[in-house]
């Protein structure tokens, strides 16, 4: 399942909930907005595969669970964030203009090693993103949609988080092989989560 396919059944993108560190979360209020029985919708949902659990809460909103946070991915594409409009100096982390460039090079870097070290393009698969760095990615990741079609997204608080989170990826789960490993899947995967992050944060390539 992907979250295009969930967005299409409520008719609206759900709204990622946690951290996604153990269970990655949505919320929806769609039965409320399209006034529509909320069981009714809930048991649509639950028919699409990789939905893990739905539960109908109290004030109407719908829970829903996913098996495999990674297929997020799939939902999410290229989009051109407005910039905002931040200094290029000083180049620390107190500086969120140079976090959010310095996450796009680093994410465009990845590509690069990628192909010098033989890590396949062919061959993702989305289940290996489980650590819980990459799911912090993901649930980021996951607040695309809604914020795309939200008359108020904003984004410079949204690059802020995606750079901040594709940081604590990119130093302590590794798109590629490190030392004398070789490529393996999950550096596939990973190198199609930095693809991602690449083509939403803003900046050069380089710093």
């Known amino acids: 399942m992907t979250l295009g396919e969930l967005a299409e059944v409520l008719g609206e993108p759900p709204v990622p909930e946690g951290t996604w560190e153990r269970e990655a979360g949505y919320v929806s209020a769609a039965a409320l907005r399209r006034r529509v029985p909320a069981e009714s919708l809930a048991e649509r949902v639950r028919e699409l595969p990789g939905v893990a659990g739905v539960e109908v809460q109290g004030n109407g909103f719908l829970r829903i669970v ?19 409009e931040w200094p290029d100096f000083p180049r620390t982390w107190d500086n969120p203009g140079f976090v959010v460039r310095y996450g796009h090079a680093r994410a465009c870097a990845v590509r690069r090693w990628a192909e010098e070290l033989g890590v396949p393009r062919e061959g993702f698969r989305p289940e290996l993103l489980d650590d819980r760095y990459d799911r912090g990615v993901l649930r980021v990741l996951a607040e695309l949609p809604g914020r795309v079609v939200s008359r108020d997204p904003g984004w410079e608080t949204y690059l802020v988080r995606l750079a901040l989170a594709y940081h604590d990826a990119h130093e302590h789960a590794p798109a590629v092989p490190v030392g004398d490993a070789l490529p393996a899947p999950v550096h596939t995967a990973r190198v199609r989560l930095a693809e991602v992050v690449q083509g939403v944060l803003v900046g050069p390539e380089r710093l």
């Open 66 to 84: 996913v098996s495999v946070p990674g297929e997020v991915l799939e939902a999410v594409e290229p989009f051109d964030v407005p910039g905002p």
